[in-house]
């Protein structure tokens, strides 16, 4: 069964930071990938998204993330990190072609970043 | 325009009972997806709605079923609650063939 990794359950940074979250999946298959991030007390909401091209890809507020097909990876970097940034993010996987709604997710990395 | 909307917010429910939560989709789309996110954890995905059926179901028991109607708003039912169901449940909208799911603020159901 296909399945997300998220390694870090919860990272702590100092504004200014660099950061890098890191994201494994378990399919074989042609996936597309995303990153979602959750606001406090507000819904999740998409930060970035890739299906083919450029493994690098830009995403909202200054984020970007690495699809490196060889390691199942999708990790989401961001060079300089804001108070503003402090939420939780989830990676998800879709298998090509499958609906939009069949979303796999990973558990979740809390970001807190220090003023 | 809204977005995903999802009633109730917060909904207090004894083992045993049945529940219903309602979603209405983002303007535009037709495609209606529920997630089930307990404490710690990712998003699971229920089931999936579009044409007034169910396309697509993940890992969930009977208990679980739903409901599109002709205005494409949805409803997730849960039957004989137990207190492992009690979560946070996501409603996610989409367009047929578009390439980003919408979600909801969801419903936290909490079983007693």
């Known amino acids: 069964a296909q399945s997300v990794s998220q390694h870090n359950h919860h990272v702590i940074l100092s504004e200014a930071a660099s950061l890098e979250l890191g994201c494994n999946y378990s399919y074989g298959g042609t996936v597309n990938l995303f990153w979602y991030v959750q606001y406090p007390g507000q819904h999740l909401q998409l930060l970035l998204k890739?299906?083919?091209?450029?493994?690098l890809v830009k995403g909202i507020k200054g984020f970007e993330a690495e699809f490196i097909k060889s390691k199942f990876s999708f990790n989401l970097r961001k060079p300089s990190v804001q108070w503003s940034d402090t939420a939780e993010y989830f990676c998800a996987v879709r298998k090509y072609g499958g609906s939009q709604g069949n979303l796999i997710f990973g558990k979740g990395t809390k970001l807190s970043v220090k003023p | 325009d809204a977005g995903v909307t999802q009633s109730p917010t917060h909904l207090i429910k004894t083992r045993g009972q049945q529940v219903t939560l309602r979603c209405s989709p983002k303007?535009?789309?037709?495609?209606v997806s529920w997630y089930q996110q307990a404490l710690g954890q990712g998003p699971q995905f229920i089931f999936q709605?579009?044409?007034?059926?169910?396309?697509q179901r993940g890992n969930f028991p009977d208990r679980f079923s739903g409901h599109q109607f002709p205005n494409y708003s949805s409803e997730l039912n849960v039957n004989a609650l137990l207190l492992g169901d009690s979560a946070l449940y996501l409603c996610?909208?989409?367009?047929?063939?578009?390439?980003?799911?919408?979600f909801g603020q969801g419903t936290r159901l909490t079983v007693v």
């Open positions: 996610a909208s989409s367009e047929t063939w578009g390439t980003e799911a919408f």
């Open positions: 303007s535009g789309h037709d495609t």
């Open positions: 890739y299906f083919s091209g450029d493994p």
């Open positions: 709605y579009y044409e007034e059926e169910e396309r």
